[in-house]
């Protein structure tokens, strides 16, 4: 069975650090394409990151450049969103999802309806 587990999220207070990890089970991530989405009460899913299969793309929302890193260990089977400066806007549940390009490309995917499959989602809160 094909799965993506999310975890790291919590509640730190603004200006801290989280690092997410998205780890996969099933399927190795060699060759997918992996994106990070949030979603915050009452407002829509955006795209936060996204990294290509090659690992040679990726992809930053202007709300979140400079402060968040996307990295993948295809050793570990396990893609990072290392969150830096946060701010209470970010709050959110977090998503990791897949795309099987079958081979190693450079193309990014960050809209939602790209991936096929997705996470359960891990709660991040920013506040003091």
């Known amino acids: 069975q094909l799965q993506l587990v999310e975890s790291g999220g919590g509640l730190v207070q603004p200006g801290g650090s989280l690092r997410l990890s998205c780890a996969a089970s099933g399927f190795t991530l060699d060759y997918y394409a992996i994106g990070w989405f949030r979603q915050a009460p009452g407002k829509e899913r955006e795209g936060v990151s996204c990294?290509?299969?090659?690992?040679?793309?990726?992809y930053y929302a202007d709300s979140v450049k400079g402060r968040f890193t996307i990295s993948r260990d295809n050793a570990k089977n396990t893609v990072y969103l290392e969150m830096n400066s946060l701010k209470p806007e970010d709050t959110a549940v977090y998503y990791c999802a897949a795309r099987n390009t079958r081979v190693r490309v450079t193309s990014i995917f960050c809209f939602g309806y790209q991936y096929d499959y997705w996470g359960q989602g891990t709660q991040v809160t920013v506040s003091s």
């Open positions: 990294i290509s299969s090659s690992a040679g793309s990726t």
